[in-house]
């Protein structure tokens, strides 16, 4: 980024893109997406999931640019200057992106342990990749200092030294290579999925929706599925439209964004689901946290060069979790920073210890949702929905409000003549959406956001 004053602009719109969709593809695309697919019921979920992007995702996406280029502003920021009374809208955006990082870094560092078990003892893995995905939870074996316990410190560690330092130049321009190969990649590991033997299961599972097995708990994850793999609802978003210069383009920069997003998921739920019902038994299908640590190695064992298939992608993942993990931290950093004083260092180290320890329980309560006798239990402590109490409040609940919340700010509290006056600027676009994109963001996109919140909530 660079830019006149004080106020950094991105340096192209490619820049701009690259960082708003290296934020949106990230672990969500590739970890939870296909875990999520596999517990909606498959098929019915990734159409419902489709419908939401298009018509909400995409809608809140629009306003939270809109917003941001408008005032050129971080979200708390923005929202100061158009209506006062709605920075807490911001400030909620702020704190969902804080709880999400403390996971999120978690499951980097995870990423980190299996790109350095493959790199030194692949034999390791292939050998039983269930039996290890529980060693590195440290699952019956005490407190895992060299796997749950170190990794995702370094990667939380990275994530505050990149920040810090503000060299998310560099890691843009890698982004440039790494998207592009992450995206081949999985398309080379979708086609050997689908051949394994016993991969059809999986595919038919995928292919052929089953609406009756899809309760409204399903249509809400999908929901919060789609607003954190957009990185919508906290505001990020609006930071990053407020870097951006006027003579581009909103609309057509969002159309990209969603669509690179969603066919990364989809792709990846291609790739993980048949390989899940090739590989693994029926004890070890249930929960979906895991496959992409539990069924892929099945996938690289089955290729020639399987290791080196295996390095490339965990690396590559490693990145896509890094860029995203960046916008996470960066939101907070950029809120202490300019709202309330902190130097950049000082905000990025303590938010790291913070959320190192809070990321710490959610690791460990994960081993222990699964499979009993975890060494929390020894000590008398025990927290088996501590990760699921985190997704719940996150995706489930402050991602949707905030995207309800952005909604109703742009259609009807600023206004949607204010906004498309923005993406238009003088007459510089066309902007043929305009109409549509009104009454998606005043009526069907609040609309749907409500009910799917109540009906999740409420029925279940
Ligand atoms: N969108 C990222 C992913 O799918 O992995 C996660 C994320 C990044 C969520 C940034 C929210 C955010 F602000």
């Known amino acids: 980024m660079s830019g006149p004053g004080n106020r950094a602009q991105w340096a192209s719109n490619l820049g701009f893109l690259l960082a708003a969709a290296g934020s949106a593809v990230g672990l969500g695309n590739i970890w939870k997406f296909p875990g999520k697919a596999y517990e909606g019921g498959g098929g019915a979920f990734i159409l419902i999931y489709i419908a939401i992007i298009a018509l909400v995702g995409a809608t809140v996406m629009l306003a939270e640019f809109i917003i941001g280029r408008a005032t050129q502003k971080n979200a708390v920021g923005a929202f100061c200057q158009l209506r006062p009374a709605w920075k807490w809208v911001g400030g909620m955006g702020i704190f969902t992106g804080f709880i999400i990082l403390c996971y999120y870094s978690h499951v980097g560092g995870w990423v980190l342990y299996y790109l350095c078990g493959y790199l030194t003892d692949a034999a390791a893995i292939s050998a039983d990749p269930t039996a290890y995905f529980y060693r590195m939870l440290g699952v019956g074996s005490g407190f895992p200092w060299g796997g749950a316990g170190l990794f995702p410190l370094l990667f939380a560690a990275l994530t505050v030294f990149v920040v810090v330092k503000g060299v998310a130049g560099g890691i843009e321009r890698l982004n440039k290579v790494a998207m592009p190969l992450l995206f081949l990649l999985l398309i080379l590991l979708m086609v050997r999925a689908v051949t394994l033997p016993g991969a059809m299961d999986g595919l038919r599972y995928m292919l052929q929706p089953d609406f009756s097995l899809l309760t409204w708990n399903d249509v809400l994850v999908a929901l919060g599925q789609a607003f954190f793999s957009l990185s919508l609802g906290m505001g990020i978003m609006c930071t990053y439209g407020s870097y951006l210069s006027r003579k581009e383009n909103l609309g057509r920069n969002v ?44 996938v690289f ?48 180290l303590a938010l790291g210890v913070i959320l190192f320890g809070i990321g710490l329980i959610y690791t460990l309560s994960q081993g222990h949702a699964d499979i009993h006798g975890i060494w929390l239990d020894k000590n008398g402590i025990s927290y088996p929905i501590f990760g699921d109490m985190l997704e719940f409040l996150t995706d489930r609940l402050l991602l949707p409000l905030g995207g309800l919340l952005f909604c109703i700010f742009a259609g009807w509290v600023w206004g949607t003549k204010n906004g498309i006056a923005e993406v238009r600027q003088g007459g510089r676009f066309r902007f043929p959406l305009a109409g549509l994109w009104s009454l998606l963001v005043r009526f069907v996109a609040p609309a749907a956001i409500a009910c799917i919140l109540i009906a999740g909530i409420v029925f279940g």
């Open 255 to 298: 159309g990209i964004i969603c669509t690179l997003d969603t066919l990364v998921a989809v792709l990846a739920g291609f790739t993980v689901i048949p390989a899940v019902f090739a590989t693994l038994s029926a004890s070890g299908v249930g929960k979906g946290a895991g496959f992409v640590f539990t069924a892929m190695p099945g």
């Open 301 to 348: 064992q089955a290729m020639p060069g399987g290791v080196f298939w295996a390095i490339l992608f965990y690396l590559l993942l490693f990145f896509a979790a890094l860029t995203s993990s960046i916008s996470l931290l960066e939101g907070t950093v950029a809120y202490l920073t300019e709202q309330r004083g902190f130097s950049r260092k000082h905000a990025s």
